[in-house]
């Protein structure tokens, strides 16, 4: 008898009382069925009628394809292909690339965010000086110089980290390795809120963007923003994020078209050109004077626009190599940028005399550079999708921190799961629902959101600094001295920024965020709590002996001797010599009744029965097991459920599910096992 | 060694294999303890821990005490105190009294919802003939005549059915016993109609003599009304239906002071005294003409004054002996009284002019003959206590045929049981919900619930009548053509009314009545269908051997090898020498990690990898579970899934319920059983 290799077979050992066979095998190798055969087995030829479902790998080792995971009813398949459409083909883990990125794609996929903030950044300053009349506006040059030169700071110090973490160093990486798991958490919790409000203070920016060059849009903000995020959810679970083309593009046409708006308008204003569209906004009445809390103000509302520039600190191992060398150069690129940028928006601002309004500053300058032209369009909508790719990084790097977070046991290990797409699904719709929801509550205003922000920004950039002091102390690198100093300088004023930022907006939403970083801390710490309490009550001693099988009392409760509760019988009989079956009744006759059929259909089963006068059914039944366990606590109770299984849902309303409350009712009960036979009606 | 009678122990024979012992039993005679004790067993004293919990009854037989259903957590305490204070004690099975009525008794529990409909009935008739002008309201007398004469003629024909049934004969019993089951269950449905319409009806007239006395409560007319229901509902899961005795004062008050108020109008109107009180009401104009359509109408609606008289001949079980004839009694002093009030009523209403108002007949009756004087107050509020204790016989009624249609499988087993206070709570409620929402949708209007009202009542009669007809024919007792003909007679008269009230009421809401009968009747159908379906499919021929022990196949899905994965896999090793261990992971070295562990640990398991590239859990060990059955479908799956439950509902956002999802999904798989071995964390 010739059996080909991998086949299957079903293996049909007489059982110990002579039944009928016992084993059905999945997996057995040719030597296995060899010497099943010298042992007299009888043999079935199975051509693997699932071989579709799971390919072999090795003795004991099944790989699942994709068809596993197809849905078997109508109603799941038309689900499922909808899925498909919206979310894509699912991905086997194996198919994660890592697509190394040259410095021009990689500063095209970091460096959104950062400069992105170019396009509020200037008008934040400007809104606070307006204040004290638009004779403060002036100001704005000299506070956009401080933060270029803050921004400079930040930079030089996020380039000791890129060569420190070739691996990818976070704030909450960085934090933890060196300050601690509570500073870790303080900065985790810093980035969380930073992420959210990224999202939500670019795409209200990009809104803005938008309604600027189209005003009848202007009602429909919220929605459109929203539209926004929801699409960066879909694209996102489609794992969008991997594929890095769509990002160049729009990156360099802003960075094209800003530094030709910058250049123009420069050139216009030194020859002394008139602007070519005239743009007259009232300015609001003089509230106050110029003042040191003022220019305070003014400065922190402008700080964010260092916001963005950790993120290629987080992003080392994605580069091509040498990847420290090569992400350093690009971060400087990008500080270079966004600080010209930066200073060219303040001072052109300030000498065309432009007036904060709901018209961006951006679109402002468009205008009396330019006029409405073509490249007016062009610099709005490259403004408009740099701020949206912007709020997109946030949905890659907080979804990527919560698995991080899940994995150390701070979070929920939902987060650590990656979807079809290999996408961090529960992190991704979390950030979107969350960030929706303060774009509702905040009407897609921008102004009213920069408030919360600043201080989640930089105090994740004081604890990474703080972080990489230590971190140059402890490791000693070549020049760590010099290092030390270059990020403890970083420290130190980012330190001073977000001193500032807490103290100036402190009462304009600033506290919310205290309050929320606060709060998510202590969330990070019950959740640890949690696991880490699960996790010693479940730890085994795996040097030890294998547990001895428990004592057994096996119960069979019956409401009737009908199919399933003589199957619940006869398999509680495979289990044990004893069986008690329990029968709770009001009726002592139905009792008596019983008793006989069941003294004729299965004479070795003990019957107990329970009167309950009060007609309870579980009562008495749960009352039972515990007086068992009060006379014996290390006994192993076993209840064997027979249960009919309706074909329909409504049909439940006919039935009082004991089952189903029964077994709910067992499930706290220590040292309890329910056996479940369910017995499927068809319809 | 001397053992107390009646006392428990541990039994500890030692296990097959050697081990630690294996049984505990509760119920051991003194005999099987001697013969224990000479087996060489070693006994453990226990003094009865459970004896609060279970009262020996006799061998195998325990009876449940009260305290069984006492919760254990402080919040289901409360619950449990709350509920004690507003349902009363819980009432043994046998505390069921049958106290035998007396005829006095008897005729105030019975006849409240009869003679209550002396209220309304008067001013329904008057609201048809008004609107063929004032002039028509003298033919009030002639159809109250008219309506006396049928309700003798019904009254007459339930006398032969309180004979022929001496243990209860509702319509439905009477029609199916004898015209099958359909017209029983259009009986069943009519009469469940006419329960719940009683119900709206009586509460909402109730609450029009109220609220007729005091003007003031007419806004509140429903939220009365709706409140009347809430108390009757509560009182019946009480279940003060038992006590009869707070039916019979309100009863007699009434009949005494409706008696008075007709005796001394008739006397001022013989005598020609003028109104103690002018009542006037403006007419509405007329709008259509004397015909025989109107008096006819005019007719159905007064001829709900014959509803109810049916109680008695339901109730003959409730009266001392010979309980028949006392019935019989009962109900012809019911029906004379009904009669005679119902006469008298429209005679006075008529000859004093009454215009039909908000202000009910019986109330401008009573300012009309004594003024707003006590006696006034005295027929308003006895009027309305007679409402609302009909009302309440609909709450005995209607889940007391609830719960007959429920044992012969029409309806839902649940309206078949009996709450703590032994009434049948389900019907309760649902009579309670439905009543209260017609009378929310109606306002609480007497006068629009009216129409749907008469087609239930005489559709039920008839059925009724007709059934005594065949019942005559096929037990032919002494004098049985006589019977026969009343009972035809009876017959054909309701069947007459009930064809009236189709025709003239059918644009006015008989047909809802006509459609929900419909409706019914096929739900009944349904229902049976259903609970036939699943009997067949679980019968079991009893005298069969008992069932082999099923042929097994265990698997332990193993997520890591922890403290609930270990005794599972004990667990496993106590069912079957051969346990397959699964481990689903996307991850391959994990699945190496855990086989060196289980190596260790556990050498005699047999580990399943199942490798899912797309990182779902689920769907592998789910096609696993259907390939093995593909190769051969007889084989008993069973999949010991070890579970930990935490201690507290919210940390379930914590865990992914992965045990709960596998149970759920393997519940509609045949041949799957599945052990469910909760682990129980503390907080």
Known sequence: MSIPEDEYRVQTDAGPNGQEPSTVNLDLTRQELRRGTRAGDRYVRVVRPYEHLFQRVGPGYLRATEEVSEPKTRFGRILFKLRHILIGQPLPTSAEIHERLTK???????ASDAMSSVAYATEEILFVLILAGTGALGYSVYISLAIGLLLFVV????????????????SYIVSKDNLGVMPGLIAAAALMIDYVLTVSVSVSAGTAALTSAFEVLRPYTVIIALFFVLIMVVGNLRGIRESGNIFALPTYIFIVSLAVLIVVGLFRYFIGLP????VHYAPPPA?????????LTAFSAGSVAASGTEAISNGVPAFKPPESKNAATTLTVMAVILGVFFLGISFLASHFNLIPSEETIISQLGRVIFGKSWFYYLVQFSTMAILVLAANTSFADFPRLSSILA????????FAFRGDRLAFSYGIVALGIIAGLLIFLFQGDTHLLIPLYAVGVFLAFTMSQAGMVLHHRRVREAGWQRNMIINGFGALLTF?????????KFIHGAWVTVLLIALLVVLFLLVSRHYRAVATQLALQVKGKPMPPPRQVLLVPLGDLNLPSARALSFAHSLSRQVNAIYVTNTPEAAKDLAEKLKEFAPDVKLVVLESPFRSLLDPLLSYIDALHQEDKDVYITVVIPEFVIAHWWERLLHNGTAERLKRALKSRPNVAVVDLPYQLHS
Chains 1, 2 share one sequence.
Do not use: C, N
């Not at 110090?157 to 160093?169: A, K, N």
């Not at 509230?287 to 003022?294: A, I, R, Y």
């Open 104 to 110: 021009v794609k990689a500063l095209a996929i970091f």
């Open 155 to 170: 930079a030089y110090s996020y380039r000791q980290t890129v060569f420190s973490y070739p691996s990818g160093g976070g």
């Open 275 to 278: 602007p070519v569209e005239a």
């Open 287 to 295: 509230q106050d004077t110029v003042s040191v809390w003022l220019i």
């Open 407 to 414: 994995r150390d046991g701070f979070m929920p290990h939902q």
């Open 496 to 504: 001073i920024v977000l001193a500032i930022a807490i103290v100036t």
